[in-house]
Nanobody, 115 residues
Framework: QVQLVESGGGLVQAGGSLRLSCAAS????????MGWYRQAPGKQRELVAS???????NYADSVKGRFTISRDNAKNTVYLQMNSLKPEDTAVYYC?????????WGQGTQVTVSS
């Protein structure tokens, strides 16, 4: 069973930066999309950013210009660089990987931005 292991979450002041990483415990073949979602208390899970195998990226409007997603295909790893963090970015962030056969989710990592 492939697992996604996230790291890099934590507590940061507004305006600060964090870098999230997500690595697969085993190689995942034919990955289509890698991405990050987040869920704040009392809210639905929402897409933050995604990157296709082609390298094409997609961002939520709320994070455009502040967050950058990248992937290392050889390592089956996806990153999320988060700059200029705001208190409203506070949430549990989940890694997501989709291939031809399955959708994988990480266990989530807490990001808390203090004002």
């Amino acid at each position: 069973q492939v697992q996604l292991v996230e790291s890099g979450g934590g507590l940061v002041q507004a305006g600060g930066s964090l870098r999230l990483s997500c690595a697969a415990s085993a190689y995942i073949f034919s990955i289509n999309t890698m991405g990050w979602y987040r869920q704040a208390p009392g809210k639905q899970r929402e897409l933050v950013a995604s990157v296709l195998s082609s390298g094409s990226t997609n961002y939520a409007d709320s994070v455009k210009g502040r967050f950058t997603i990248s992937r290392d295909n050889a390592k089956n790893t996806v990153y999320l660089q988060m700059n200029s963090l705001k208190p409203e970015d506070t949430a549990v962030y989940y890694c997501n990987v989709v291939n031809m056969w399955s959708t994988y989710w990480g266990q989530g990592t807490q990001v808390t931005v203090s004002s």
